[in-house]
């Protein structure tokens, strides 16, 4: 055994080298249960289970989806299957997951590295947007209390419906419960194959006109190492298109998290 930095070759004694005795390494690893560990175990303890007689594999199937999901530009198109926080388009202002089975409570996003330019963050208060709606536009924001079809991205088990359908608006007690993404209503009725309501294209357009005053956001860009977390029912928040410099190691590069307080811990909450 050669290992100049641990043991005298030269006796091939195990002898103190550097204040190191190389028996204490192993005895060490030993302690730690390392040294039977497997190709696929970390440990003895983990390859003494999987060596039990009897044993059966159980697979498990599940929406492709990562509890810490990559915010980058993926170079892929925006379209049906194709979620708009793997490209590098514009967002128009939107509630994480709004066509979710259970809308998440909070959105956490953490900057490993921002844009060469553009993609600037907007947020803005949805109780805002519902109170000119209310004031510019009632007949349309009733129509936003009554459900519609929302695009759910392909993000669903294989066989289930591509559309959920909801409301725009609802509320919890006194709390504004939203499902803001014009975008992805109207994606929704392209896959369900069905045509929207004239009150329904007339609701999408007060809202897109609502949301694009000026006054109504705040900008907030996100620095390298910086975190940022939105209530998802009260604040809807946009992103502008961006583009990424030439060295692809330091692209554009968000970790998101999603937060429920009640549900299952799955995809669909
Ligand atoms: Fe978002």
Request: net charge positive; proline share 3%; glycine share 8%.
């Amino acid at each position: 055994m050669y290992c100049p930095q641990f043991c005298n070759v030269q006796t091939g004694s195990w002898r103190k080298y550097h204040g190191i005795l190389v028996q204490d390494i192993f005895a060490k690893a030993k302690k730690r249960n390392q040294l039977n560990a497997g190709k696929t175990t970390r440990n003895a303890k983990e390859a003494n289970f999987d060596k039990q007689k009897g044993l059966r594999k159980i697979n498990i199937k599940c929406i492709p989806e990562r509890m810490i999901y990559d915010v980058t530009d993926t170079g892929r198109k925006y379209g049906y299957g194709v979620r708009g926080s793997t490209t590098n388009v514009e967002l128009v202002f939107h509630t994480d997951n709004a066509f979710a089975v259970r809308v998440p409570d909070y959105v956490g996003l953490l900057c490993r590295y921002p844009a060469k330019s553009g993609g600037l963050s907007r947020f803005c208060s949805l109780y805002t947007v519902h109170e000119r709606m209310e004031a510019r536009y009632p007949a349309e924001l009733r129509r936003l209390y009554q459900p519609m079809h929302f695009d759910r991205q392909a993000e669903h088990a294989e066989g289930a419906a591509k559309t959920s359908f909801a409301p725009f608006f609802s509320w919890s007690g006194s709390k504004l419960r939203c499902r803001a993404n014009s975008s992805l209503v109207r994606k929704g009725y392209q896959v369900h194959g069905s045509e929207m309501d004239a009150g329904l294209v007339d609701a999408l357009r007060a809202v897109d006109d609502v949301t694009s005053s000026a006054d109504l956001w705040i900008e907030a860009p996100l620095e390298r190492g910086q975190v940022q977390y939105l209530n998802n029912h009260e604040l809807g928040h946009y992103r502008s298109e961006f583009e990424d410099g030439d060295d692809p190691a330091t692209k554009r590069h968000l970790y998101r998290l999603w937060h429920r307080s009640e549900g299952g811990v799955n995809y669909d909450g």
